[in-house]
């Protein structure tokens, strides 16, 4: 919901004081500008992008209709749900949990945190690690290193959208003035046009030098650095599942273990000390610990 309304202000400040300055929006309607611009833009796009990046990157604007995937609450039930895993591991043994981790989405702890079940990101990396937890054999600086590795390497996959979005943005004002060069080659060859129609044809030329600055920084750059935005969230929450598992796996009890992943977080979204305990109380209570 943010994006639209960023555009539909984008477009209304833009237009719309053109308009209350006085000015016509239609000679600002240019068809074959707007085709010269965008449709280099993608050729560009196409020729530097493989299609793994081509397929990322259209694969990521399905996810732009969420305006707060990560936000405090889901960061509440992820340290909760930590909690109870820990727990149950350190109460049952870490075959209690093998059950669970097998098949999320038929054990009867992971679907008390549906928002988490559906995310194939959070449940893939926490039951991966869980598995290699319940094997044995695993040293904490070993598990470190191979959970700092994988986070990197989806940091860096995740941004290949982003880079190629914003090497698009980036190039929409260079098309702009091609189109408008080509605009002006165009007057300049009616040379024994009237002076009226030859300022006509200069100001339909300027339009192209328009578009590509109004399309670069005012709609792809945004929605570039929107997605870039949305990756640091995942990391972030991957980190978070990292430090807590780390810190259980060091032998800290499962309250302060989910407490390491407390301070893992953006103080934006990080609960205060009190609003976490009192989260994890609650979830010790469901669990029907005393």
Not at 133 to 155: C, K, N, Q, R, Y
Not at 172 to 189: D, H, R
Request: charged share 20%; with cysteine; proline share 5%.
């Amino acid at each position: 919901m943010l994006i639209p309304l960023g555009f539909i202000i984008v477009a209304f400040s833009v237009f719309g004081g053109f308009s209350m300055a006085g000015g016509h929006l239609g000679p600002l309607y240019q068809p074959t500008e707007i085709l010269m611009i965008c449709g280099a833009a993608v050729g560009s796009f196409i020729a530097a992008n493989n299609g793994k990046a081509i397929k990322a990157t259209l694969r990521t604007a399905s996810k732009l209709k969420r305006t707060k995937r990560y936000d405090k609450s889901i960061y509440m039930d992820l340290m909760a749900m930590q909690y109870k895993l820990l727990s149950k591991m350190r109460r049952e043994g870490v075959l209690g949990i093998e059950r669970d981790i097998e098949k999320p989405d038929e054990s009867p702890l992971f679907s008390e945190y549906p928002r988490l079940l559906q995310d194939p990101m959070i449940m893939g990396f926490i039951t991966d690690y869980l598995r290699l937890m319940v094997s044995g054999g695993m040293d904490p600086i070993e598990l470190d290193e191979l959970m700092t590795h994988e986070i990197e390497a989806f940091e860096h996959e995740a941004h290949v959208p982003v880079d190629a979005l914003t090497k698009v943005g980036d190039a929409l004002p260079a098309f702009g003035i091609v189109a408008a060069v080509l605009g002006v080659v165009k007057a300049l060859s009616s040379a024994d046009s009237g002076v009226d129609e030859m300022g006509f044809m200069v100001a339909h030329a300027l339009v192209g030098t328009f578009v590509g600055i109004l399309l670069a920084y005012g709609f792809v750059n945004p929605v570039a650095s929107r997605i870039d935005r949305q990756v640091h969230e995942a990391v972030k929450m991957l980190q978070c599942i990292r430090v807590t598992l780390l810190a259980s796996l060091n032998g800290y009890a499962p309250q302060l273990a989910v407490e390491f992943g407390r301070k893992a977080l953006h103080t934006a979204e990080r609960p205060s000390f009190t609003e976490l305990e009192d989260h994890v109380r609650a979830a010790r209570g469901g669990n029907g610990e005393p």
